[in-house]
């Protein structure tokens, strides 16, 4: 279990890369707000390495981050393909946190259900938030003004979250 709790760690951290470059990508585009909301998102990737972490040095637990996968680069992405990429990468995460859980299961491992539960519920959010801004930047489509007044809304995202 050890070692999949450390796959999952490396996921995490993989997961900020991914945000801190839809980041980059979306302050190329002059969405100053869309790349201030991924780079919260890439913040709040860390966090939850980190609740990782916690989680397997409190079981006495070796942590071992493995190699990094460099994100996918856009050659001349749009909005609607920023979202979709943070969207499927979601989703990656999920079914490892899903796989996680069913290997924790099958190993007796009750004591990871607290925090896999936890990340259960995360992910769900995580999908539907993600999936509402595309479903909002497909009904602005090419409306300039529109596509600006979402990237004023996601912008405006506090910086600090529920979990610090």
């Known amino acids: 279990m050890e070692a999949k709790f450390n796959d999952q760690i490396t996921l995490e951290f993989e997961a900020s890369l991914v945000y801190r470059q839809l980041a980059v990508e979306a302050e190329r585009m002059d969405l100053v707000g869309m790349a201030a909301w991924f780079r919260h998102q890439a913040d709040e990737e860390i966090v939850h390495a980190n609740k990782f972490i916690d989680h397997v040095d409190a079981r006495d637990g070796h942590v071992q981050i493995g190699s990094l996968s460099a994100p996918a680069q856009f050659a001349d992405p ?87």
């Open 78 to 164: 749009s909005a609607l393909d920023l979202f979709e990429a943070a969207f499927k990468h979601e989703q990656k995460v999920s079914e490892a946190i899903q796989n996680l859980y069913r290997a924790a299961d099958e190993a007796g491992d009750f004591d990871s259900r607290p925090i896999l539960n936890w990340f259960t519920s995360e992910q769900i959010e995580e999908e539907s938030t993600v999936d509402e801004i595309i479903g909002r930047i497909r009904l602005v489509g090419d409306d300039g003004s529109g596509l600006l007044r979402m990237d004023s809304e996601l912008g405006a995202r506090p910086a600090t979250t529920t979990e610090a």
